[in-house]
């Protein structure tokens, strides 16, 4: 069997891990929380204000000014939002999931032994963004 038929089997299983049912269930209570997806229209009509603004020659600086504050206060409300909450714990988990999977494949690119190679553990500091950093030391 080839490496890409084992990565069609492996998505299969994926598919099957509770985390991921997780995320689905999450995404589904997303898309049926009313209240949600009124406030991201909100915050994307806030979006779609701060940059038609900001193009402009003779830009209102009060205003992108105030559409930054909106944009915050509805952020803000949209992350305190108990749907929103367990979507991103579930997406967080997927995405653990995913950079523990990635890092054993790299060991074995790097010739470790696939049955017995462990990605080293990291205390993050930061909170787990690597985005923001140079890397775990």
């Given at each position: 069997m080839d490496v890409i038929a084992k990565a069609r089997e492996l998505g299969a299983l994926l598919q099957q891990d509770e985390r991921y049912v997780k995320l689905m269930e999450a995404q589904k209570a997303n898309e049926n929380d009313t209240a949600l997806n009124e406030l991201i229209a909100r915050i994307q009509l806030v979006q779609m204000s701060f940059q038609h603004e900001a193009t402009k020659e003779d830009k209102n600086e009060q205003k992108l000014e105030a559409y930054d504050k909106e944009f915050?206060?509805?952020?803000?409300?949209?992350m305190a939002?108990?749907?929103?909450?367990?979507?991103?714990a579930a997406r967080k988990d997927i995405d653990d999931l995913m950079q523990y999977i990635?890092?054993?494949?790299?060991?074995?690119?790097?010739?470790?032994?696939?049955?017995?190679?462990?990605?080293?553990?990291?205390?993050?500091?930061?909170?787990?963004?690597?985005?923001?950093?140079?890397?775990?030391?």
């Open positions: 915050g206060e509805i952020y803000t409300q949209i939002n108990p749907n929103m909450q367990a979507y991103e990635n890092a054993i494949f790299a060991l074995c690119l790097q010739g470790e032994d696939p049955a017995t190679c462990e990605p080293p553990k990291h205390d993050h500091e930061c909170g787990g963004e690597c985005s923001s950093c140079s890397g775990c030391h």
